[in-house]
């Protein structure tokens, strides 16, 4: 059922192209997968986010625990009919909001303990909870639950998530009874590669569908991811899809790729968007300034969205100075699509055998890549 086949390789580099096959359809990789936290990916309809050629998105199991509740949407028929997008959804397993709502929490061999920040009551999220939760969910590809170590941390500290990480992967995987989700482990070890190899062989062993990599863009410098990712990859199966966790801007996509990387998730294009940030091909354009007033020409001539293909810049420019909902959805939709373009000409120049000199100049210091 979740079958990952390689379509190419890059001779020069590890990149490859291939697709994962779900219950809901095939994913096609490289991806990048926008982020639905709540079963809504903000301020796109399902049918929008279609246009943007995403082919999965990600939703989050603490935030639904929360509200409206997994058995809420277990009644509805599954996540999926849920929030009407019939495409393969990746839930992530609550582990990220460990380290994200470090000041509500406390951790424990046993799980975490959240303090709800909507009533105040105390939320207990155990591996064997988080798998149920997503169970009820019915997402196609689960995320094991993990400790995500902030940064900096000590060498100690680190180890200590890495070990908790790795026996919650465990429980994880005996909790897990359905045959229509792959589970997926994650490996941490911060900034220190032993930690990092350690994790990754512990994973490995587990023979799941796919591995992510975790506990990087959490405030490390980017030549530590880039590090991370250098190391790692040789230390992976081969024949499984690689998933780096919270990372989407382009030069570190391209990177990534270039070294074997399948996955992406990131909130910054539609966190962008809602603040009137437009991504153009590699740059970031503020819709707010007065350089837009009368510029009538489509944000980007060569992006088939919505937002370009209806729209002027001018016009964006007074939906984002007036504060209309409209202009941050534009945005947002925009940016999303300009990630998911820049993964599919990633894939599409490594069928052509050109991906090393359209996109591997962007894992040097050169500023030359692709004109895609």
């Keep these: 059922m979740f079958n990952f086949q390689i379509k190419a390789n890059c001779s020069n ?3 490859r192209t291939g697709t994962f096959s779900t219950p809901h359809g095939i994913i096609s990789t490289p991806t990048f997968m926008p982020v639905g936290t709540l079963g809504t990916v903000k301020g796109i309809t399902s049918q929008q986010l279609k246009s943007t050629g995403a082919n999965i998105v990600l939703s989050n199991t603490y ?14 028929g599954g996540l999926h009919d849920f929030m009407a997008w019939d495409g393969p959804i990746l839930t992530d397993s609550g582990g990220f909001q460990v380290f994200s709502l470090s000041k509500l929490n406390q951790i424990n061999d046993h799980g975490v303990s959240f303090k709800n920040p909507r009533n105040g009551k105390k939320i207990e999220l155990t591996p064997k909870k988080a798998i149920q939760i997503q169970m009820a969910l019915g997402a196609d590809i689960i995320m094991a639950f993990d400790q995500c170590p902030s940064y900096p941390a000590t060498e100690n500290d680190v180890k200590d998530a890495c070990n908790r990480t790795n026996t919650w ?93 399948d996955l992406f998730d990131c909130v910054i294009p539609t966190r962008l968007g809602r603040h009137g940030t437009a991504l153009v091909r590699d740059e970031r354009w503020n819709l707010r300034n007065a350089r837009f007033r009368n510029d009538f020409q489509p944000l980007d001539k060569t992006c088939n969205c919505e937002a370009c293909t209806f729209y002027t810049r001018a016009y964006l420019h007074h939906l984002i100075r007036s504060e209309e909902l409209l202009g941050l959805s534009l945005l947002s939709l925009h940016n999303l699509t300009n990630l998911i373009r820049f993964t599919k000409a990633m894939s599409q120049s490594i069928l052509e055998g050109s991906f090393s000199e359209d996109f591997a100049p962007w894992n040097k210091s050169s500023d030359s890549h692709h004109t895609w």
């Design 13 to 15: 580099t590890d990149a």
């Design 169 to 261: 992967l465990k429980h994880c995987i005996e909790a897990h009874t359905r045959s229509d989700q792959a589970l997926f482990g994650i490996v941490q070890g911060g900034c220190f590669p032993h930690l990092r190899e350690h994790c990754a062989k512990f994973v490995s062993d587990c023979d799941l569908p796919g591995i992510a990599i975790g506990g990087v863009s959490v405030g490390e410098p980017v030549t530590e991811i880039h590090s991370i990712v250098r190391n790692l990859m040789p230390l992976l199966p081969y024949e499984k899809p690689r998933y780096l966790m919270g990372i989407g801007s382009l030069k570190e996509m391209a990177v990534a790729v270039a070294n074997g990387v």
């Design 63 to 76: 935030h639904l625990h929360i509200q409206p509740g997994e058995s809420v949407v277990s009644e509805a």
